[in-house]
């Protein structure tokens, strides 16, 4: 079945940078779309970044200019470079897979902290 891990986040001060990776299994990845979403607390889940096949690129208004999405088709695997980090980047950062057929997949998230 399809299983997305997410790694790199953390606790970071605000100005800084991290860098989030998301390793996909059980997908014809090279096919599916990638995205990068976040919930803050209370808050509803938002898209942060979506990357597609040949690696085109969309942000959301919020992070455009500080965050860059990419992939690696070879090995799997997606990114989502954070810098210039702020206090309202905080959430828990999701992978998201999309297959051609429509079908959607998580990863179970991982926690960005950014400190003022």
């Known amino acids: 079945q399809v299983q997305l891990l997410e790694s790199g986040g953390g606790l970071v001060q605000a100005g800084g940078s991290l860098r989030l990776s998301c390793a996909a299994s059980g997908s014809e990845f090279s096919s599916d779309v990638m995205g990068w979403y976040r919930q803050a607390p209370g808050k509803q889940r938002e898209l942060v970044a979506r990357?597609?096949?040949?690696?085109?690129?969309y942000y959301a208004a919020s992070v455009k200019g500080r965050f860059t999405g990419s992939r690696d088709n070879a090995k799997n695997l997606v990114y989502l470079e954070m810098n210039s980090l702020k206090p309202e980047d905080t959430g828990v950062y999701y992978c998201n897979l999309i297959q051609k057929s429509g079908k959607d997949y998580w990863g179970q998230g991982t926690q960005v902290t950014v400190s003022s």
């Open positions: 990357i597609f096949r040949a690696g085109s690129t």
